[in-house]
Structure formats: C-alpha cells, structure tokens
C-alpha cells in the first residue's frame, strides 16, 4: 500500500482567546474522560504500598513502557522514586472494594492480599498484573510522570468487564451492538 501523502494548505481562522475556568472547571471536564482503575503499588524496605490511580497508560509497545502520573504530594510519589520500581494492578468491575481502600476511602473489613513479582507487590485478585522498572521521570506541573519498562504481565484466565471511572463515580460499559 502507498503512503498516504498529507498537504497543508493555508487557511484563514479566527483564534478566539483563551477563556478563564477554574482549577474546579478543569478537574470536572478531566472527570468526563472515562478512564479504567489501576492500584500502583510499590516496595520499600518491607513494607508494600499502593494507591488508586486512573492516570495510566501504555507506552510504547517495543521496549514495553507504561506511563504513571502521581502527584507531587501523594506519599507514593517519594516511594516510587525511592525505590525505582511500581506495580500495577488494573482492576475489574468486581473490584471496587479495592479501588475505594486504596482511594483511602476506609473500607471495613477488606484485607488486600499482594503477590511479589521480583520483590514488586501487585493485587493478588487483580484482573492484570504488571511490574515495571523506572526508567525516566518527567516534571508535570504538579505532578510527575514515571516511565516503567515492564518486567513482568500476568493476565487473568477470564476477560471480565473493566472497572471504569467517569464524572465521580463507577459506571459499567456496555459493548456497542
């Protein structure tokens, strides 16, 4: 097949100035972008930690990389930068009792359970297991971007609905007909 050959013409366009909004403006249009629920996690010392995120993504496919923004002030910033290592545990739809413990929501009576994948802690019940090496960390304004080679995959036997994070609260996907 041929490339596909792009043209740039010249357009004329009006350029309407930036609007103000407010850090509440913006917080609620990132809120309308559906995003899947991830638990990060980490070791330092002997102690796991872990926290819910939904700024995850993927990389680049060859080297395996994944991406993880964490704020500045989360405690799993530090830990993360400490250690040189994360895991992530991407979460079905069953999971939202561990989404909210990790969201520091304080749910009663719920024990994680972590499996070690080269000394890197990840949710046992996990729908996807990964851990990954830091190799670059980018300053974000308020937060930074770790980049991970990724170490380890583990894929549950089963393909379950994802959880999903839209507008504040879980909602559920439907496949489209």
Known sequence: ?????????????????????????????????????????????????AMTATAF??????????????????????????????????????????SNHFAGRGVEGYAPTFEFLSGVPVLAEADVQLTADVRHSYACGDHTLYVGEVRHVINAPSEPQPLVYHKGRYVQVQAAA
């Open 1 to 49: 097949m041929p490339p596909i050959e792009l043209k740039h013409t010249e357009a004329s366009a009006t350029v309407a100035p930036a609007s103000p909004f407010t850090s509440r403006d913006f917080r609620d249009a990132m809120g309308r972008f559906a995003a899947g629920v991830v638990v990060i996690t980490t070791k330092v010392g002997e102690d796991a930690h």
């Open 57 to 98: 993504m993927s990389g680049s496919l060859e080297p395996p990389l994944v991406i993880v923004s964490i704020a500045h002030t989360a405690r799993m910033h530090d830990k993360i930068k400490d250690s040189g290592v994360f895991g992530v545990s991407i979460l079905g739809s069953r999971q939202q009792t561990a």
